[in-house]
């Protein structure tokens, strides 16, 4: 016998010798109580692990923000002195001119001899529609005071209110009596005495306006009302 088919025989042998053993393999064993022998035992799969199934994703709910708007503070009254001026200033801005005159009125009443306040108290009368307080708050005032422009302004405005151009008409005219350099008290002279119908007294003081200030503009226009004789 050659040598490759002893070598054939042999790897056959080993081959059939090895069989049992590879039909044993994957499989646990036994002894049988009997025979001694081993025995093969089936071993039970592993139970299939169910899929973890995960929680169903929720939405939240929107959170829903309610803005309150704040509420305006509530402005105190200006009980203090030093504040019913500006309180009177702001309540004649936005054309409250009833509680502008309260607090100038109030305020006065703490500086009863303030010519100022008793001015403003005058200007916010004429405003309201309350021309005889102005004229009440001003009219015994010396003759000094009452020569003062903005005295002068707010009594002619009152009597002008009241239809009393005359009365106006002098108010100028004592302004000018004081202070022959306020020409422009001349002109309202002239233009309320034109207004109250009295020409010959109105061109009287129109040549007052004309002497003191002869090239104003007031005074040009007032010249076209009287068309004065130029000889």
């Not at 080993?14 to 044993?24: E, K, Q, S």
């Not at 139970?47 to 105190?76: G, H, K, L, Q, Y």
């Not at 009594?155 to 100028?172: C, E």
Request: net charge negative; glycine share 4%; hydrophobic share 45%.
């Amino acid at each position: 016998m050659s040598t490759p088919d002893c070598r054939t025989r042999i790897l056959t042998a080993l081959l059939l010798l090895g069989l049992p053993a590879a039909l044993g393999c994957g499989r646990e064993h036994s002894r049988d109580a009997a025979t001694g022998q081993p025995r093969p035992v089936a071993v039970a799969p592993a139970p299939a692990t169910a899929p973890v199934r995960s929680a169903p994703v929720v939405a939240p709910e929107p959170v829903v923000v309610e803005v309150v708007e704040p509420e305006p503070p509530v402005m105190a009254e200006p009980d203090e002195p030093e504040n019913l001026l500006a309180a009177a200033n702001a309540a004649a801005a936005r054309g409250d001119c009833e509680k502008a005159l309260e607090y100038v009125r109030r305020y006065r009443s703490e500086r009863p001899d303030n010519i100022m306040l008793r001015i403003r108290e005058a200007g916010l009368s004429n405003d309201c529609g309350r021309p005889q307080h102005a004229i009440d708050l001003l009219i015994n005032l010396d003759a000094n005071t009452r020569a003062m422009e903005p005295v002068t302004a707010e009594l002619a405005a009152a009597y002008l209110m009241m239809n009393r151009p005359g009365k106006a008409a002098m108010t100028w005219e004592l302004r000018f009596i004081v202070d022959d350099t306020a020409w422009d008290a001349a002109v309202h002279a002239a233009s309320s005495w034109l207004e109250a119908g009295q020409y010959d007294t109105a061109q009287w003081w129109f040549e007052q306006a004309r002497k003191a200030a002869p090239d104003s503009q007031e005074v040009e226009v007032l010249a076209i009302m009287f068309e004065p004789d130029e000889d």
